[in-house]
């Protein structure tokens, strides 16, 4: 697609439910990265993608959340038993290649409240 | 793993004025410093980056400044106009493929 695309893009859910993010990144873009943005605050990494393996996992908060990639393209960020401390905006990024020197496109982000 | 520090968290500045933010990095590894736009409710934007072979790059208003051996890296914005305003965040990799970022600046452009 022409861009990195992200939905839903308001979610409100119950503490306590789960919850499925999904990405859909920028075709051909092998790379693909998960963050979460408190309000007002920076950017937390949470898992990154190259093809459908996930190398890195260190950023994910608890065993609660969760990601798969399938066939190198869209993404699913999972969040089980969700709690209100998990209200943020969740953006997604790809880039051509994972590596140095590639800058992320990002999608408008996932906006989850936690009520 | 990469510890990036970014100053200042807020910034104002009159329209007409340049705008500095400056930010450090620890790890020695990177090489590849982005700076990226976030105007409010929307996603952030790639603005301009820099890799460590060159000192300055510069793109109409807006320059970024690589000092590798201190570690520190600049955006400057001159003749700074409202739409300017925005939170702008700096990154770097380190030895990892994922970016780590600086906690933003909040940049707002008096008319």
């Known amino acids: 697609g022409a861009g990195v695309s992200q939905s839903p893009s308001n979610k409100v859910t119950e503490k306590g439910k789960d919850v499925e993010l999904r990405c859909d990144p920028i075709?051909?873009?092998?790379?693909l990265y998960w963050y979460r943005q408190s309000l007002g605050q920076g950017l937390e990494f949470l898992i990154y993608?190259?093809?459908?393996?996930?190398?890195?996992k260190s950023g994910l908060p608890s065993d609660r959340f969760s990601a798969e990639r399938t066939g190198g393209s869209v993404s699913t960020l999972t969040i089980q038993r969700t709690q209100q401390e998990d209200s943020a905006v969740y953006l997604c990024?790809?880039?051509?290649?994972?590596?140095?020197?590639?800058?992320?496109?990002f999608g408008s982000g996932t906006r989850l409240t936690v009520v | 793993g990469e510890n990036v520090e970014q100053h200042p968290s807020t910034l104002s500045v009159q329209e007409g004025d340049s705008a500095v933010i400056k930010c450090t990095y620890s790890d020695s590894a990177s090489n590849y410093f982005p700076w990226y736009k976030q105007e409010l409710g929307k996603r952030p934007q790639l603005i301009i980056d820099?890799?460590?072979?060159?000192g300055e790059k510069k793109d109409q208003r807006i320059a970024v400044t690589l000092n590798k051996t201190a570690k520190h890296f600049s955006l400057h914005i001159t003749e700074t106009q409202p739409e300017d305003s925005a939170v702008y965040f700096c990154?770097?990799?380190?030895?990892?493929?994922?970016?780590?970022f600086g906690k933003g600046t909040k940049l707002s452009v008096i008319p």
């Open positions: 990024a790809s880039s051509p290649t994972s590596g140095q020197g590639y800058g992320y496109t």
């Open positions: 075709s051909g873009h092998t790379a």
């Open positions: 993608f190259q093809g459908n393996s996930a190398p890195d």
């Open positions: 820099i890799r460590s072979n060159v």
């Open positions: 990154a770097a990799p380190g030895g990892s493929y994922q970016l780590t």
